[in-house]
């Protein structure tokens, strides 16, 4: 029996098992024993086992019809269809039937790469019973392998399917998707899940259009992402959610694409770069008057106009003695912030790593601007905390794993 299952349809899970060596040429299904034993298999997986049968058998007929009518070349193969024509014509109108009504394209996908490597074995053995069949389900009707014209109703129903869900994912209106929520959305993950066993599965055979497909799934989920954020009214929970939910991708990604592909890549950079926002975001509140400081006097510096801030001294004792009797706080206080509003604890943990990290190169900075001659008399900056100091307590703050 076939499977129908809606939550499989976006997720490879075990289902590439089907293109192992073990499997690709494994027993074939009895379909009596598979009633008794009221078994259920995905599609592709009765695809594989009828087309092993096909496989064999063909080979089988071809070489007999050979030897016993002694023929070769086209002869062989003309006779070879007159024997098994009526079956590959079967076997093809069945296919048609199921790809006319079929939405799981990863079944589809799975069916092309099987056919794929099954074309391999016929032209391992050196036995071209299947490479010449005259077909009329296809585009054509002219001559060509059984193998093409499987592939010929396969590759558009896929390409298609792919379509479609693009242009599912473009017509999404976050509006109509219920309560926010900063957590990883369900349409992030079905398409991480779906894009990952794609990209697996097309690792073997690499098909280029199927490769811009999924660049172009990819742009309208990049755009769906920030449509959803843009609903939640404060930056920094649209950075949660952007962060979230870039960091779910790309570990459901990881875990089949490999490193350097464009997906793993494209998402790496916009994790980092909302990542690195969110850590200014989370600093501001506490420490913003000090960083605001930092910016201004190293743009001065720069210009050799830091004696434009020499009669800033209150403004500097109260950032000095701000810092020196509020950062254990503000430092546990925003630990605990973020480690609440992430799902992922490795990525909340290196959120507040990269935090403390910016924080005590901004104190640094702090440090060697009141060092200047402009800043130099200023009493207070005897009460500046020792950079190693700080350094040794930030250390404290790290979350372990």
Known sequence: MLILSRNTIFTL????AVLTQAELEGPILIPHAVQRADSRY???????????????????????LSDFFMVTGNSALDLFNCVMGKTLSMFLKNIATYVSDCYDSIAVFL?????????????????????????????SSASCSYWEAVLEMLWP?????????????????????GVLDTRPHYITRRYAEFSSGIVSINQTFPNERT??????????????????????????????????NYDMMLGVLMERAADDSKEVEGFQQLLLAR???????????????????????????????????????????QLVRGFSSTWKQSVESLSQDVMRSFTNFKNGTSIIQG??????????GFHKILS??????????????????????????????
Not at 289 to 297: C, D
């Open 372 to 401: 200047q001659p402009t800043f130099r008399s200023l009493a207070v900056r005897s009460e500046l905390i020792n950079l190693h100091h700080l350094m040794v307590e930030v250390k404290k703050h790290k979350p372990n794993f």
């Open 111 to 139: 069916c092309i790469h099987i056919i794929l490597r099954f074309k391999n074995i016929t032209a391992k053995r050196n036995i071209p019973a299947l490479d010449k069949y005259t077909h009329t389900h296809t585009r």
């Open 157 to 177: 129903r896929f390409e298609l399917i792919l379509e479609m869900n693009i242009q599912s994912i473009r017509d999404t209106d976050p509006q109509k998707l």
């Open 211 to 244: 490769n811009v497909l999924l660049g172009q799934l990819q742009i309208e989920v990049e755009n769906f992402v920030l449509k959803m954020a843009a609903e939640f009214p404060s930056r920094r929970d649209q950075l949660i959610f952007l962060i979230n």
């Open 275 to 317: 990542t690195q926002e969110f850590i200014e975001e989370i600093l501001a509140p506490p420490f913003g008057g000090m960083i605001t400081f930092v910016k201004e006097s190293e743009a001065l510096m720069e210009k050799g106009q830091l004696d434009k801030l020499k009669n800033d001294e209150v403004r500097i004792t």
């Open 13 to 16: 899970g075990q289902r590439e």
């Open 355 to 364: 935090a403390l990290t910016q924080l005590i190169q901004y104190y640094h």
């Open 42 to 64: 995905p599609y592709e997986t009765l695809f594989r086992s009828q087309h092993y049968a096909l496989l064999d058998n063909a080979c089988r007929e071809f070489l007999f």
